[in-house]
């Protein structure tokens, strides 16, 4: 009972987290740059080192995240996030 309730307030803390950073990053362009990149480097490098994103070019990385979102179950935002920092940053 007492665990269930602190994992709990941990969930729910995070999710206020993430709203949190959500709204920050529609605030200000500068912000949502920051969003995208924080999206992809937390997203991205679970599994395997992060690839820099000059190591593709646009159209490669847009195949590429099609098919990591399918492995890193991506919603659709994250993936549109994600694109458009490493096609900017590539
Ligand atoms: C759940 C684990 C997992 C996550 C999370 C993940 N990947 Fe991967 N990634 C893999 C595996 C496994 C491979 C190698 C096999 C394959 O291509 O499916 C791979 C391969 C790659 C490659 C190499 C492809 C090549 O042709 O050399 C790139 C680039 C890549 N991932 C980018 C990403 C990006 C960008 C993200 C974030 C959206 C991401 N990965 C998230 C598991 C993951």
Not at 12 to 32: D, E, Q, W
Not at 54 to 75: G, I, K
């Amino acid at each position: 009972m007492e665990t269930k309730l602190t994992g709990l307030s941990v969930i729910s803390v995070g999710i206020l987290g993430l709203a949190l950073i959500m709204l920050t990053a529609c605030a200000t362009p500068k912000a949502s740059e920051k969003g995208r990149s924080e999206v992809w480097g937390q997203t991205c490098g679970g599994c395997h080192y992060n690839y820099s994103p000059s190591s593709f070019n646009d159209s490669e990385w847009e195949l590429l995240v099609h098919h990591m979102r399918q492995r890193a179950y991506l919603t659709a935002e994250e993936q549109r996030l994600i694109t458009e920092f490493l096609k900017a940053a590539n």
